[in-house]
């Protein structure tokens, strides 16, 4: 008799393991699980969460694929104890912890081409700002040495505001110079990428890691933004966390 495959979980954290108390208002059995620089919880699990997690755990390796980075990693108070996947898929922790790097190569080569169109959309998002009267100012986001994205913000957390910053100035960015960048948004969160970042492109070089040790495995994605939506659709199977965005645009909209 064939042993059983191994199976592994592709798994994103925010929003879909937990999330801040103002996504589930009405819970009353939060447990922290996620913690600020200050050591102050800012994001919790519900049972039914906890629940999931236990019965995951029983049965599969759980691979954390999320956009936080190493430091934001770090205060995640989950026992992971394999490969994980931050930055977007910019870096890949092996289970020791330590940096991947024969992945940082490919990635610091790959970013390198990839900067001067980021500092390029932060400016153009910057003056825009100013001359709008808006608050919001954009950064490169950078870890472990390499910038990856540039990400924006509004301080008073103005869903329309990032709105005309996408509408104004990145979409048309993107349809000319930026073609080679893609954009996210989620919340307060507005996100330009080079299209050579990307969870799936990480998961894809984990998996070939964790066949090449296991021979053939059966893989799991669960996310809930469309920027999980990829990783996901090239694992062999998807969950998807109902009243998220990419339920909202999937599932929830048949």
């Known amino acids: 008799m064939r042993p059983a495959l191994k199976t592994f979980l592709f798994v994103d954290l925010d929003d879909t393991l937990f999330q801040t108390p103002i996504k589930v208002p009405n819970a009353k059995d939060l447990e922290p699980v996620a913690y600020l620089k200050s050591g102050d919880p800012i994001s919790y699990t519900t049972a039914k969460q ?5 019965m995951f755990s029983r049965d599969m390796t759980l691979i954390p694929t999320t956009a936080r980075n190493h430091d934001a990693m770090s205060r995640v108070n989950l026992p992971f104890s394999s490969y994980t996947i931050i930055d977007f898929g910019g870096v890949v922790l092996k289970p ?4 991947d790097e024969a992945w940082a190569e490919i990635i610091r080569s790959d970013m390198a081409q990839a900067v001067d169109g980021l500092n390029t959309i932060k400016q153009l998002i910057d003056e825009y700002a100013v001359a709008e009267g808006l608050k919001a100012r954009a950064r490169v986001v950078e870890d472990c040495a390499t910038p990856f994205y540039t990400l924006v913000k509004d301080p008073d957390k103005q869903a329309s505001n990032l709105e005309h910053i996408e509408r104004d100035v990145v979409l048309p960015w993107l349809a000319g110079e930026g073609k080679n960048f893609n954009v996210h948004r989620n919340a ?3 996100a330009i990428l080079p299209n050579t970042l990307n969870k799936a492109r990480a998961v894809a070089y984990v ?6 040790e296991h021979g053939e495995i059966l893989t799991f994605g669960m996310g809930d933004s469309t920027s999980d939506a990829r990783f996901m659709a090239s694992c062999d199977y998807t969950i998807i966390p109902k009243g998220t965005q990419l339920a909202a645009r999937t599932v929830e909209s048949l």
């Open 50 to 54: 906890r629940a999931l997690f236990a």
């Open 207 to 212: 998996r070939q890691q964790l066949e090449a």
């Open 96 to 99: 020791d912890g330590s940096v």
């Open 188 to 190: 307060n969160n507005l």
